[in-house]
């Protein structure tokens, strides 16, 4: 079966933290995305990769970066935290056609 | 620009009858379109996707959408619904200059609260 799993559930940070997000996926697939959903806007593209250390932003990567060094994980990184990053993140996988297959998210709270 | 919409916040069905989740877009070229259903604290889970051919599609849990390219519309369908499909959807079209990369544009989400 299909599996897309990323690190924490719930996680609670500091302004100003840096923060790791991971996200593993056991398909071989070689498209990896970072989402970020809130309340009213729906899902919002932060990062995508598609291929081993190639990346290319999305349509809000302010204030992240990603980091892909093995094909199974893909990792996004919050330099410096800031409240308004508070949100629930998504991570997904695909190839070609299939849409995408979605983790079970992590709900971040920077206070 | 690229964009979906959803235009109802939130559908109330009573158990047993049909639903009907809207959701047009304005996206260039031929898209792929696809739903998602979130359950509360969980990921996205893939209900149905069109590519091409029919424009009636089947996908899980009983759910069917009706693409209608002269609407750009792709409204999710079930004929009775349970209770147990009260969740959150998700309308998304493939960004047509993503490539084969696979970019999704994501509607904002209808709420589904299905009534005993």
């Known amino acids: 079966d299909v599996k897309v799993t990323q690190s924490s559930r719930y996680l609670v940070k500091r302004t100003g933290e840096k923060v790791f997000l991971e996200c593993v996926q056991d398909m071989d697939h070689e498209n990896m995305f970072w989402y970020r959903q809130d309340p009213g806007l729906g899902l919002r593209l932060i990062y995508f990769s598609y291929d081993v250390k190639m990346k290319e932003k999305g349509d809000i990567p302010e204030g992240y970066s990603v980091s892909r060094e093995k094909k199974e994980r893909f990792s996004l990184i919050l330099e410096s935290a800031s409240t308004n990053q508070t949100s629930m993140y998504l991570c997904?996988?695909?190839?070609?056609?299939?849409?995408?297959?979605f983790g079970p998210g992590t709900r971040l709270t920077v206070t | 620009a690229q964009s979906v919409a959803q235009p109802e916040d939130q559908v109330n069905v009573a158990e047993g009858n049909p639903l009907t989740v809207k959701c047009t877009y304005s996206v260039s070229g031929n898209p792929y379109l696809f739903w998602y259903v979130q359950y509360p604290n969980r990921g996205l889970q893939f209900l149905l996707k069109?590519?091409?051919?029919?424009?009636l599609v089947k996908g899980s849990y009983g759910f069917e959408a009706e693409f209608n390219k002269s609407q750009t519309s792709f409204h999710l369908k079930k004929p009775s619904a349970l209770v147990s499909d009260s969740a959150l959807y998700f309308c998304a079209v493939s960004d047509p200059f993503s490539g084969g990369y696979n970019k999704l544009i994501f509607g904002a989400g209808t709420r589904l609260a299905v009534h005993p």
């Open positions: 069109y590519i091409t051919g029919d424009n």
């Open positions: 997904a996988s695909s190839i070609p056609g299939t849409g995408g297959y």
